[in-house]
């Protein structure tokens, strides 16, 4: 018949536009399929749950009407154990894609792969960041509710969920680079676990000097400190400093293994 | 057009694709044939982008795949329709390369109706049959209008009427001027199908030519099938010829390296009635045995040897 019905080639968007798209596509990737909605579930449960415990606990405790405190610690407390919920949500928004094998239509869709890396890191991060976020300014509010001797002014609230910010978005990182080293649920998940949650508690809790001293390295030990402003062993500043490598060495290793290697 | 430049792939010590060269023209179904583990898919897989030559280089529309800022309206591929999360439904999964695309998210309705998913759309990916994710992958290639498109076996898992479907999807495909590269085990099919083959065995090209020219091959026997009442008869006079004979199993004779004319000829000298004279020109299926038969990684032979150690 005719060439004429064949389209010509298109001319080539610009990387921003590209990006726009893939991080379009991501979200779109996330919002449907069911298990990101069971995760922000849990985010909920325990985040809220979690803080309103903490706060009930308060009641009984040191905060007067004159010598308030922050209703800050509930979200902190909440985001401590809820972040996991979080952080299975981005994790699984990466590995999902090698054990189903959609990673293969997904490059031929966004084939510029430092593009898919950065809406990929992006995205989910993203989520999980405003999730928190939200759900930690809840159980602040909540807080106040249980127990009306806490207060709660914007700045305690601005600075408590920055630090929220900080420490799920470093998480999201972390989880996202171990997830496209890794390229397995069950294995990126153990690790993520381990080095944010388990093994800063573990390793302290043994009367061994070094095992301690290891464990001040963990990006968990950052993440507890930045939420709990304790152990004074650790600064501020070295707790960021402590997340942001780890989530950067992840990230480095993940993403080298997403731009070099055979798609999988 | 697809062009495929000294492509190689190595694994460890294993070379599954071997400085493979062709192109890929537009206006033809070309196929692609070769026995499993002849390095079909990871040339696809390479050409996509999807894998990293170990050396040479494939361009999809004079540019390198991997490359390109909204590749499906430039090439659509279905590889492994397997390859779909489950808990998608087939409209979201489709919205998804809509989106990555920048398309418009009515071309997924357009394109579910085209290849019959549209009822099935909403429903999850997990509930499809094989031929339903085929017809997924389908849409996926097409989303885009591309004028490149490559099928990893497409047929697998459909119903004869799937397949017609995708012979006559393949053919308009190409009659509208498109690149099409077709793989399938299904020789009846590639001989139905394509109109210029491209044959690999352990990775290397084994040839690259338009089907007539295959079928008409060094491999391609061309045989004449005769009955008769005195077989014994005429089989010694074709032998006295210099012509190979031989029975078939249904005391028909098979006759090589003559036409059938040459056959009649002598039936007729020697007052012999024929009620039978075909030509019969081999199939795909044989010429491509015969070519790829030293090439067969995995066959009796190997396994036999297997066993006696």
Redesign the interface.
């Given at each position: 018949?005719?060439?004429?019905?064949?389209?010509?080639?298109?001319a080539?968007?610009?990387?921003a536009?590209?990006f726009a798209?893939?991080a379009?596509?991501e979200?779109?990737?996330l919002r449907?399929?069911?298990?990101t909605w069971w995760c922000l579930l849990a985010a909920t449960v325990t985040i809220v749950g979690m803080g309103a415990i903490a706060a009930a606990d308060e009641a009984e405790g040191t905060a007067t009407a004159a010598d308030p405190i922050a209703s800050t610690f509930a979200g902190e407390y909440g985001v401590l154990l809820g972040q996991f919920g979080l952080l299975v949500l981005v994790l699984l928004a990466v590995t999902?894609?090698y054990a189903?094998?959609?990673?293969?239509?997904?490059?031929?869709?966004?084939?510029?792969?430092g593009v898919l890396l950065a809406a990929r890191v992006a995205v989910p991060a993203a989520v999980a960041v405003a999730a928190g976020v939200l759900l930690a300014l809840v159980a602040d509010l909540l807080a106040l509710g249980i127990d009306p001797d806490l207060t709660l002014t914007l700045g305690e609230a601005a600075g408590g969920l920055a630090r929220i910010a900080v420490v799920l978005a470093a998480g999201s990182v972390l989880a996202v680079g171990l997830g496209l080293l890794l390229r397995s649920t069950a294995g990126a998940l153990a690790t993520v676990f381990l080095l944010q949650l388990v093994l800063p508690f573990l390793m302290q809790s043994f009367n061994v000097g070094w095992l301690a001293d290891l464990a001040e390295w963990l990006p968990g030990t950052g993440a507890v400190r930045t939420l709990l402003r304790e152990p004074d062993s650790l600064s501020a500043g070295g707790a960021l400093a402590l997340q942001v490598c780890w989530a950067a060495a992840a990230l480095a290793a993940g993403g080298r293994r997403l731009l070099?290697?055979?798609?999988g | 057009m697809i062009e495929v430049r000294g492509l190689t792939k190595q694994y460890g010590t294993v070379r599954a694709v071997d400085d493979l060269t062709f192109d890929v023209q537009?206006?033809k179904v070309t196929g692609f044939l070769g026995p499993n583990g002849a390095g079909k898919s990871t040339t696809m897989?390479m050409v996509?982008?999807?894998?990293?030559p170990t050396a040479g280089t494939a361009l999809v529309?004079?540019r390198p795949?991997?490359?390109?800022?909204?590749?499906?309206?430039?090439a659509g591929?279905l590889?492994?329709a397997?390859?779909?999360?489950?808990?998608?439904?087939g409209r979201?999964?489709l919205?998804?390369?809509a989106?990555?695309?920048?398309l418009p998210p009515r071309h997924v309705d357009d394109v579910l109706d085209q290849v019959g998913l549209g009822p099935a759309a909403k429903r999850r990916v997990a509930g499809y049959s094989l031929g339903m994710r085929q017809r997924l992958g389908v849409a996926?290639a097409l989303l885009g209008?591309?004028?490149v498109l490559l099928f990893d076996e497409p047929m697998n898992g459909l119903d004869l009427d799937g397949v017609r479907w995708v012979r006559a999807l393949v053919r308009r495909l190409a009659?509208?001027?498109?690149t099409v590269l077709l793989s399938s085990h299904l020789m009846s099919e590639m001989e139905q199908t394509a109109d210029h083959l491209v044959i690999i065995g352990r990775g290397r090209l084994i040839a690259d030519a338009p089907i007539t020219e295959v079928m008409g091959g060094r491999h391609a026997n061309r045989r004449v099938r005769v009955r008769t009442t005195a077989p014994d008869d005429l089989a010694g006079a074709l032998l006295r010829r210099g012509l190979r004979v031989h029975p078939a199993d249904d005391g028909d004779l098979l006759v090589e390296g003559a036409p059938a004319e040459t056959v009649g000829d002598v039936a007729l000298e020697l007052g012999i009635a024929v009620h039978r004279l075909a030509e019969q020109t081999s199939s795909l299926e044989e010429v491509y045995l015969g070519l790829t038969g030293d090439s067969v990684q995995y066959g009796a032979a190997a396994l036999t040897g297997q066993a006696v150690r």
């Amino acid at each position: 018949m005719t060439a004429a019905t064949v389209p010509p080639r298109p001319a080539e968007p610009g990387t921003a536009a590209v990006f726009a798209r893939a991080a379009g596509a991501e979200w779109v990737r996330l919002r449907t399929v069911r298990t990101t909605w069971w995760c922000l579930l849990a985010a909920t449960v325990t985040i809220v749950g979690m803080g309103a415990i903490a706060a009930a606990d308060e009641a009984e405790g040191t905060a007067t009407a004159a010598d308030p405190i922050a209703s800050t610690f509930a979200g902190e407390y909440g985001v401590l154990l809820g972040q996991f919920g979080l952080l299975v949500l981005v994790l699984l928004a990466v590995t999902s894609e090698y054990a189903t094998g959609s990673i293969g239509p997904t490059l031929q869709w966004t084939p510029r792969r430092g593009v898919l890396l950065a809406a990929r890191v992006a995205v989910p991060a993203a989520v999980a960041v405003a999730a928190g976020v939200l759900l930690a300014l809840v159980a602040d509010l909540l807080a106040l509710g249980i127990d009306p001797d806490l207060t709660l002014t914007l700045g305690e609230a601005a600075g408590g969920l920055a630090r929220i910010a900080v420490v799920l978005a470093a998480g999201s990182v972390l989880a996202v680079g171990l997830g496209l080293l890794l390229r397995s649920t069950a294995g990126a998940l153990a690790t993520v676990f381990l080095l944010q949650l388990v093994l800063p508690f573990l390793m302290q809790s043994f009367n061994v000097g070094w095992l301690a001293d290891l464990a001040e390295w963990l990006p968990g030990t950052g993440a507890v400190r930045t939420l709990l402003r304790e152990p004074d062993s650790l600064s501020a500043g070295g707790a960021l400093a402590l997340q942001v490598c780890w989530a950067a060495a992840a990230l480095a290793a993940g993403g080298r293994r997403l731009l070099r290697r055979d798609a999988g | 057009m697809i062009e495929v430049r000294g492509l190689t792939k190595q694994y460890g010590t294993v070379r599954a694709v071997d400085d493979l060269t062709f192109d890929v023209q537009p206006g033809k179904v070309t196929g692609f044939l070769g026995p499993n583990g002849a390095g079909k898919s990871t040339t696809m897989r390479m050409v996509l982008g999807l894998d990293r030559p170990t050396a040479g280089t494939a361009l999809v529309a004079g540019r390198p795949f991997a490359r390109l800022g909204q590749p499906l309206r430039v090439a659509g591929a279905l590889l492994d329709a397997q390859a779909v999360h489950p808990g998608r439904s087939g409209r979201d999964h489709l919205r998804v390369a809509a989106g990555a695309t920048g398309l418009p998210p009515r071309h997924v309705d357009d394109v579910l109706d085209q290849v019959g998913l549209g009822p099935a759309a909403k429903r999850r990916v997990a509930g499809y049959s094989l031929g339903m994710r085929q017809r997924l992958g389908v849409a996926a290639a097409l989303l885009g209008d591309p004028a490149v498109l490559l099928f990893d076996e497409p047929m697998n898992g459909l119903d004869l009427d799937g397949v017609r479907w995708v012979r006559a999807l393949v053919r308009r495909l190409a009659d509208e001027g498109r690149t099409v590269l077709l793989s399938s085990h299904l020789m009846s099919e590639m001989e139905q199908t394509a109109d210029h083959l491209v044959i690999i065995g352990r990775g290397r090209l084994i040839a690259d030519a338009p089907i007539t020219e295959v079928m008409g091959g060094r491999h391609a026997n061309r045989r004449v099938r005769v009955r008769t009442t005195a077989p014994d008869d005429l089989a010694g006079a074709l032998l006295r010829r210099g012509l190979r004979v031989h029975p078939a199993d249904d005391g028909d004779l098979l006759v090589e390296g003559a036409p059938a004319e040459t056959v009649g000829d002598v039936a007729l000298e020697l007052g012999i009635a024929v009620h039978r004279l075909a030509e019969q020109t081999s199939s795909l299926e044989e010429v491509y045995l015969g070519l790829t038969g030293d090439s067969v990684q995995y066959g009796a032979a190997a396994l036999t040897g297997q066993a006696v150690r």
